[in-house]
């Protein structure tokens, strides 16, 4: 069964675009950085690259997409177990939608499989939402506009001033490329929070059968 939901009506849905603006809300009364549409946003472009690098099809790329467009949607609901209640509400989406449900599978396991405390890489949207969500860190996902009352998220996040997510040209690894200010946070520090979600990169990586690399100011730590 042909599917007629594309991406960009996803993007442009009204209710779509107002869950992920409360999502945001949420999350900024509860101190975390920016999850609005630039994250979303990113994170769609960068899966379907990801599966594009790869050779799957033009429609799996953009089925992955479209879960990274969605993926944080349930933290309207709460940041706790976000990935399954945001699987839950692209589901009852995406089927009053009628999308076929062999797609609708494919979107809400990648959605459900995100989150570092439960995730899986169950299949190659799976893996490529994880990698593309894990890898967006970058200065104006900070909300705080106090530099002096910044925590190590702030900090950390701040002090990239530039990031991008590469697949090698011999296809044998993700490459993510960053450059950090260490005067605003050492690499220590980057890696004392993320350690978890690079971890969980070099797993979905390993789905697809490459490696994960991070340079950092070009140098390799990882």
Same mark, same amino acid.
């Given at each position: 069964?042909?599917?007629?939901? !594309?991406?960009? @009506?996803?993007?442009?849905?009204?209710?779509?675009?107002?869950?992920?603006?409360?999502?945001?809300?949420?999350? =900024? /009364?509860?101190?975390? !950085?920016?999850?609005?549409?630039?994250?979303?946003?990113? !994170?769609?472009?960068?899966?379907?690259?990801?599966?594009?690098? %790869?050779? @799957?099809?033009?429609?799996?790329?953009? %089925?992955?997409?479209?879960?990274?467009?969605?993926? $944080?949607?349930?933290?309207?609901?709460?940041?706790?177990?976000?990935?399954?209640?945001?699987?839950?509400?692209?589901?009852?989406?995406? +089927?009053?939608?009628?999308?076929?449900?062999?797609?609708?599978?494919?979107?809400?396991? /990648?959605?459900?499989?995100? *989150?570092?405390? !439960?995730?899986?890489?169950?299949?190659?949207?799976?893996?490529?939402?994880?990698?593309? *969500? &894990?890898?967006?860190?970058?200065?104006?996902?900070?909300?705080?506009?106090?530099?002096?009352?910044?925590?190590?998220?702030?900090?950390?996040?701040? /002090?990239?001033?530039?990031?991008?997510? &590469?697949? =090698?040209? +011999?296809? &044998?690894?993700?490459?993510?490329? %960053?450059?950090? $200010?260490?005067?605003?946070?050492?690499?220590?520090?980057?890696?004392?929070?993320? %350690? +978890? #979600?690079?971890?969980?990169?070099?797993?979905?990586?390993?789905?697809?059968?490459?490696?994960? #690399?991070?340079?950092?100011? +070009?140098?390799?730590?990882?």
């Amino acid at each position: 069964m042909a599917s007629n939901v !594309t991406y960009e @009506y996803i993007r442009r849905n009204p209710d779509i675009m107002e869950y992920i603006r409360r999502s945001d809300k949420a999350l =900024a /009364a509860i101190g975390y !950085t920016e999850h609005s549409f630039a994250h979303v946003e990113k !994170t769609a472009h960068v899966a379907s690259m990801i599966l594009e690098s %790869l050779g @799957y099809s033009e429609r799996e790329a953009e %089925l992955a997409r479209i879960a990274g467009f969605l993926h $944080d949607i349930g933290n309207i609901v709460n940041r706790d177990d976000h990935a399954q209640s945001g699987a839950v509400m692209a589901f009852r989406i995406l +089927d009053r939608l009628n999308m076929p449900v062999s797609e609708i599978c494919s979107i809400i396991s /990648a959605i459900g499989n995100h *989150d570092e405390k !439960t995730a899986q890489p169950v299949d190659p949207i799976a893996a490529a939402l994880i990698i593309a *969500d &894990k890898t967006d860190v970058r200065r104006s996902r900070v909300r705080n506009t106090i530099f002096t009352s910044f925590d190590i998220h702030d900090r950390v996040n701040y /002090a990239v001033t530039s990031s991008e997510l &590469k697949v =090698a040209e +011999d296809r &044998k690894s993700f490459i993510l490329e %960053l450059t950090i $200010d260490t005067g605003i946070s050492s690499v220590l520090e980057y890696f004392e929070i993320f %350690l +978890d #979600r690079m971890l969980l990169c070099k797993r979905a990586a390993k789905y697809f059968g490459l490696d994960f #690399r991070i340079y950092m100011n +070009d140098s390799i730590v990882m």
